[in-house]
């Protein structure tokens, strides 16, 4: 672990899996055994998280639901997981102990609950060492999280348009051990990248569960809204105990902090690059194209078409006439007049001879040039923490990228193509992921963030794909002009993921149909012959793009993971769906459609069947043997089941979202409420933001006034950790939010026959967990639980390891540590109360672990 991620924190710490210490038999071992001082801390860093506890009203009584920690974690029996248990109170009065499960149904409390409260103590070795907050129920199975909705607009063109919430996405903003809300505003007049017009601003909001408006992020006018221009990235990237926020932005970008009565705080503009800023870049440029610019830019164009290096290279037409196919009219360079007269060509003839869709005199609303910038943000006030030039640049309008080859001509379609993720790619810090292109030529970059400066990891580029003649050719399929990296251009889809497909223990990125090893490197790009009936039988083609892509362990009788993929290169590919081996991209079963194949879905839909179900066309076990009957849907998986199964988020357009299961139909309705996305019918988020292991579901309301959060209330007997302490799990979240949305997996085979004692269990570092300790510290000193001279020798130990933590000297952490729990042990009749012994001593002593 890089001592950068690590350094500049002012609160880390690690957590561990191993067995926790209690006062009874306190044993610290010597520092012989452990490692030296100044060691840096290892293990792969996860948020420390607080329980969780949801409380919700039922027909049947009040069903609880709480989180289980990868630190709680201590074995596995074939009933779940062992370590610690738990005592549900209600109104301070323990009424139950909880011990393979964690959730519980409060029968007692069927009827008048509207002054109840409920919290939860965490129990191991036979004492409590921890009771969470006190949670009122909700009166239902849901809560609505308020939101703040930005102003009406109009276009230039005077086209009004108005606001609805979108994606969304989570993050521990504050430090507290509870998740913040993300949400993305979408204008109404949000556009795909080839639909032409101008569209509103796009903001992102951060939101506390109870409404609280924290932050807004305005992009300005200079980032065209739509779900293939931004992804914002929220992770803790420096491992200080709090998220930050990664975007791409530009000029006019601006951020607002608000206080707690919804005051506006600040206000600050992005930095700009001192490059921009001596080349006269003003926050107040507009880069959006009127009709009549668009013209004027192609005029521009064509007067330095001898110029441009292709045609200097020999590689396209020397004359524009030549491009079009057209006998020779002018000399070049072609002056004005001449430019203008052969613009009106291409715009009124050439380009409506291409496709009957071609109108460029209508082309408005694009932002094709200008600069382009990515940025930190800080993820509590919004302030900028770092902004730098976005890489890769456009380059040009497309043209290199194949815009204007196809028959249709769609400038700045593929050229502003953007993909987004979080990996853990050395294993252990998060690193941000930003990506550019994949029909053609295709882009990553990762990025590290230690606080102060973001740092590049790699940078991947395929080159553009060659082409004799940029307005007549096809580009899709092609090789880009880098020998190592050339094969990945046309392999990208609508998304990507992180997730550990060769077992080192570190992140790769499927980037579609290929994969980048950890390191930067090529692992593979993926081929196959195309079959009888398709356009070149016998030949090698590129599995090529796709629409939605799922990597997980979906086979569990195979060893590592799988991806399942859909893919719309039609005649021109091998296959319309496939399973491939996630190590080595080698197909496992697949079949050819001929057409272009939108749609796929894994699940574990049917107990019955071993492994998680595929579904595209047709329904198929894991290992590719048909079965009766369709998958239930598309658009969105969702774990909601007690029984481990997959169910599917059902709704589009003005339709309710619900949830629907294979076998048993309609669960829930969730009646006044929207999904995004059009006939994608994406909810907002999909994650395990609370409770138990199972996921949330998070929709907007119909009038987007709130976030309506649901969690199921079936009880379940299953003892998992939250799934958040997964890593890819973790990493899929954050980057579920990324064009097309698509599910999150875990690193290890979950579904209803899961063997728990084979679940793997994160060597954790829990950035937060320290403070954490230090508040509940000072909370026994308030109360007058912790006295006298023990008080300053207790805070000296917890402030002389937080330093040592800062610092990355794992060894001096955990011995300041040590002195505490035997500080804290030592008889001091009346200095500590039995309660704060034994809740100081279960937080520090399950620190130690992963520091030594």
């Known amino acids: 672990m890089s001592s950068a991620q690590k350094t500049a924190t002012s609160a880390c710490v690690a957590l561990a899996t191993g067995a926790l210490l209690t006062l009874s038999g306190l044993s610290v071992p010597a520092m012989a055994q452990g490692p030296s001082n100044a060691a840096p801390i290892e293990g792969v860093q996860l948020e420390y998280l607080d329980r969780g506890v949801v409380a919700a009203t039922t027909p049947d009584g009040v069903f609880l639901s709480w989180r289980f920690l990868a630190t709680d974690t201590t074995g596995a029996t074939a009933a779940g997981l062992t370590g610690a248990d738990f005592t549900v109170y209600r109104d301070g009065e323990r009424i139950a102990t909880v011990t393979d499960s964690t959730n519980y149904l409060d029968t007692s409390s069927a009827g008048d609950v509207s002054t109840a409260v409920y919290s939860i103590g965490t129990v191991v070795d036979g004492v409590e060492v921890e009771r969470s907050a006190e949670t009122s129920p909700w009166a239902q199975a849901s809560i609505d999280l308020p939101l703040v909705k930005p102003a009406d607009g109009v276009t230039p063109a005077g086209e009004p348009y108005t606001y609805s919430a979108n994606d969304m996405s989570v993050g521990d903003v504050t430090g507290d051990g509870a998740y913040e809300f993300i949400v993305q505003w979408d204008p109404s007049n949000s556009k795909d990248v080839s639909q032409v017009g101008y569209t509103g601003n796009t903001f992102i909001d951060t939101y506390t569960l109870d409404g609280r408006l924290l932050n807004r992020v305005d992009l300005g006018v200079n980032i065209r809204s739509g779900a293939h221009y931004t992804q914002f990235m929220v992770s803790d990237f420096d491992g200080d105990g709090r998220s930050e926020m990664m975007m791409k932005t530009a000029p006019g970008t601006k951020t607002t902090t608000y206080g707690p009565d919804g005051e506006v705080i600040a206000e600050e503009y992005v930095t700009l690059p001192e490059s921009d800023v001596a080349a006269g870049v003003q926050h107040s440029d507009d880069y959006r194209m009127s009709a009549d610019g668009y013209f004027e830019h192609v005029v521009d164009m064509?007067?330095?078409?001898?110029?441009?290096?292709?045609?200097?290279?020999?590689?396209?037409?020397?004359?524009?006439?030549e491009a079009f196919g057209i006998e020779q009219r002018y000399d070049?360079?072609?002056?004005?007049?001449?430019?203008?007269?052969?613009?009106?060509?291409?715009?009124?003839?050439?380009?409506?001879?291409?496709?009957?869709?071609?109108?460029?005199r209508a082309f408005e609303g694009f932002v094709v040039d200008g600069s382009e910038y990515l940025s930190v943000f800080d993820g509590e006030t919004g302030r900028e923490l770092?902004?730098?030039p976005y890489e890769p640049g456009r380059g040009d309008?497309?043209?290199?990228?194949?815009?204007?080859?196809?028959?249709?001509?769609?400038?700045?379609?593929?050229?502003?193509?953007?993909?987004?993720?979080?990996?853990?790619l050395d294993g252990e810090n998060p690193s941000a992921v930003f990506a550019r292109g994949y029909y053609?030529?295709?882009?990553?970059?990762?990025?590290?963030?230690?606080g102060s400066r973001l740092t590049q990891d790699w940078t991947v580029d395929s080159g553009h794909v060659p082409m004799s003649n940029p307005f007549n050719d096809g580009p899709h399929g092609g090789t880009g002009s880098s020998e190592e990296f050339g094969t990945l251009a046309g392999q990208g889809f609508h998304s990507l993921s992180a997730a550990d497909v060769d077992g080192d223990g570190k992140h790769e990125i499927v980037y579609g149909s290929a994969t980048i090893d950890d390191d930067g490197s090529l692992l593979y790009s993926s081929f196959d012959t195309l079959p009888a009936g398709s356009a070149a039988p016998g030949t090698e083609a590129k599995l090529g793009h796709g629409d939605a892509m799922h990597v997980a362990d979906i086979d569990p009788d195979r060893p590592g993971l799988e991806i399942f993929s859909v893919h719309e290169g039609a005649a021109y590919a091998p296959y319309g769906w496939v399973m491939r081996d996630a190590a080595d991209g080698e197909v496992l079963f697949g079949g050819y459609t001929g057409k272009d194949t939108g749609r796929g879905m894994i699940g574990d839909i049917d107990p019955t069947v071993r492994g998680l179900e595929n579904w595209a066309v047709g329904l198929r076990s894991a290992s590719g043997d048909p079965l009766p009957g369709n998958g239930p849907g598309t658009n969105m998986s969702i774990r909601w089941a007690a029984d481990g199964t997959t169910q599917i988020v059902n709704g589009a357009g003005n339709q309710d979202a619900g949830i629907d299961d294979a076998q048993r139909g309609r669960l829930l309705t969730a009646a006044g409420t929207r999904t995004n996305n059009g006939t994608k019918g994406t909810p907002s988020l999909v994650a395990d933001v609370f409770g138990d292991w199972r996921e949330e579901l998070l929709v907007r309301t119909t009038d987007s006034s709130a976030i309506r959060i649901l969690t199921s209330t079936e009880v379940t007997d299953r003892k998992l950790y939250t799934l958040m302490h997964d890593p890819q799990y973790r990493a899929e979240i954050?980057?579920?939010?990324?064009?097309?949305?698509?599910?999150a997996y875990t690193g290890f085979y979950l579904a209803s026959d899961t063997d728990v004692t084979q679940v793997p269990v994160p060597d954790a570092f829990l950035p937060g967990a320290l403070?954490?300790?230090?508040?509940?510290?000072?909370?026994?000193?308030?109360?007058?639980?912790?006295?006298?001279?023990?008080?300053?020798?207790?805070?000296?130990?917890?402030?002389?390891?937080?330093?040592?933590?800062?610092?990355?000297?794992?060894?001096?952490?955990?011995r300041e540590l040590e002195k505490f729990l035997g500080r804290l042990a030592k008889d001091r009749p009346g200095s500590v109360t039995p309660e704060a012994r034994a809740a100081l001593d279960h937080a520090v002593a399950s620190i130690l672990p992963a520091l030594r």
Request: proline letters at 6%.
């Open 440 to 450: 053609t030529r295709a882009t990553i970059v990762a990025y590290s963030w230690d």
């Open 734 to 743: 954050a980057r579920q939010n990324t064009s097309y949305n698509q599910p």
């Open 397 to 424: 309008d497309g043209l290199l990228w194949g815009d204007y080859a196809m028959s249709r001509i769609e400038p700045g379609n593929r050229v502003d193509r953007f993909l987004a993720g979080v990996a853990y």
């Open 771 to 814: 403070p954490a300790a230090q508040r509940q510290f000072e909370g026994f000193v308030v109360s007058g639980d912790i006295t006298g001279p023990a008080v300053q020798q207790l805070r000296a130990s917890l402030d002389q390891a937080e330093r040592a933590i800062e610092r990355d000297q794992a060894g001096n952490a955990a």
């Open 332 to 360: 070049y360079p072609l002056s004005e007049a001449d430019a203008r007269s052969m613009a009106d060509y291409f715009v009124d003839v050439y380009a409506p001879s291409r496709s009957t869709r071609n109108n460029l």
């Open 302 to 321: 064509f007067q330095g078409w001898r110029d441009h290096p292709e045609v200097v290279a020999g590689n396209w037409p020397a004359t524009l006439e």
């Open 386 to 388: 770092e902004t730098i």
